[in-house]
């Protein structure tokens, strides 16, 4: 049974919020960081702005939301709620009737957010790069979506900042995709995404029209999963390049907070990670994994590494990002053959496969859930069953890939502990679904 940590839902929630916030209220989110590498970062004099937060002794780690990405942390972060209520448990979503994947956005939140609580009470929130909120909301304020967001035009609220910010730029994301074959490329575009979140700071901060601001850095997470290994060696010939960007991120960093020093007072200030990182050891794939094991079978060949369509009806589990595994249940999915009677083995046995499963003498993972251990209840289309990776395993769930384990290019992967959080008010979350609690108590 797992730790009472991700099963207890705190209550309250409604009423705390409801109440909006007593002073102006900063929040700085740094997706990808550990307390680990903050503290390193700040020792070599990489971060100077962030070390102020660092020797204040305020700083702390808090967990990741399971599974730790950012679509799920991020939608917990601001709907103050864990997966089983707001409905985000991946990067990815599957229609059970047609089988058509779709990349996780705001439409698939199933809950309010901070935004509308605090509408409720009359106040505005300014928010810039938030993940996981496109295509942008209404709400009482401003905002620019952040990951994974196609097109600008979709990602402003109010429309009239469309125009204003593409006249003047503005950068969504950097081109991941240079990170395989020409990473100093990738580096070279982080630092203008971190110069877009800048722009959009000069646009909604001056008025100070505002209650709540909340400006997301997603920079380090980019870099992490593509140069992990030259963010950690020295001798690597894109370490100085890399400490580069970070020195260009506490300078935006420092820029945020040199402009909640300047705030009147009574004010707080927060700085929150989504997770952490940890070096690489090896991909695993799920899907291939079920492949091998019988589980999982294909009627045709995979149109792309996201085509569940390619399933045969006589499949009895698949995966979805990262570690997701779903009991193809007649009773859920359209081709589904699994019936009642049979499920309850299935899931003991895809459960032992994964609990098993090994990687040079080392077991792969920490944990396997089923649904109702991790996410009681939970909303719209929960797992079956949830995997928990070991420190470095990085899980996958392709359709076109045979091997379980295998490199593609990625050297760090995300890590569940000692994720970077900061409060000027001195509380202690557990973990992300419970930050804004803490803030609105």
Known sequence: MQSSRYHLLGRGVNAGLERGLDRKTVI?????????????????????????????????????????????????????????????????????????????????????????????????????????????????????????????????????????LSQKGYRLEADTTLGLDRPDRLIEELHLTISSRLMALDLFWP???????????????????????????????????????????????????????????????????????????????????????????????????????????????FALDPGRIYIHDRGRFARGRVDQVERAEVIRQVRECLQALEYQGRKVMDHVYTADEIYPGGAGMPPDILCVPGAGFDLKAKFDRREVFGHFGRTGTHCRDDVFFYDSHGYSPGRVRDVLRLLLT
């Open 28 to 164: 700085l989110g740094l997706d990808g960081l550990s307390l680990g590498l903050a503290g390193s970062l700040c020792r070599k004099g990489v971060w100077t702005n962030m070390k102020e937060l660092l020797d204040s002794g305020s700083c702390m780690g808090i967990t990741s939301e399971l599974p730790e990405v950012s679509p799920v942390n991020w939608a917990s972060f601001f709907t103050a709620r864990g997966p089983e209520e707001h409905g985000v448990y991946g990067f990815t979503h599957i229609d059970p009737q047609s089988y058509q994947m779709g990349l996780t956005d705001f439409s698939c939140v199933r809950t309010d957010t901070v935004w509308d609580y605090l509408a409720r009470a009359g106040q505005t929130c300014r928010i810039i790069n938030l993940p996981c909120t496109y295509p942008a909301p209404e709400l009482k304020g401003m905002l620019v979506s952040g990951f994974v967001a196609p097109s600008l035009e979709r990602a402003v609220y109010p429309g009239a900042l469309y125009p204003i």
């Open 207 to 317: 008025d100070q029209a505002w209650d709540l601001f909340i400006i997301v850095f997603t920079e380090l997470d980019r870099l992490g999963h593509f140069l992990f290994h030259a963010l950690e060696d020295e001798k690597h010939s894109l370490h100085s390049d890399c400490m580069g960007l970070m020195k260009s991120l506490d300078r935006a960093a420092g820029e945020v907070l040199s402009r909640f020093e300047d705030l009147p007072g009574p004010k707080r200030l927060m700085c929150v990670a989504d997770h952490g990182f940890a070096g690489l050891i090896t991909e695993v794939d799920v899907n291939a994994l079920l492949m091998a094991e019988g589980f999982l079978s294909l009627s045709r060949p995979p149109g792309d590494e996201l085509d569940p369509g390619c399933m045969h009806p006589e499949s009895r589990a």
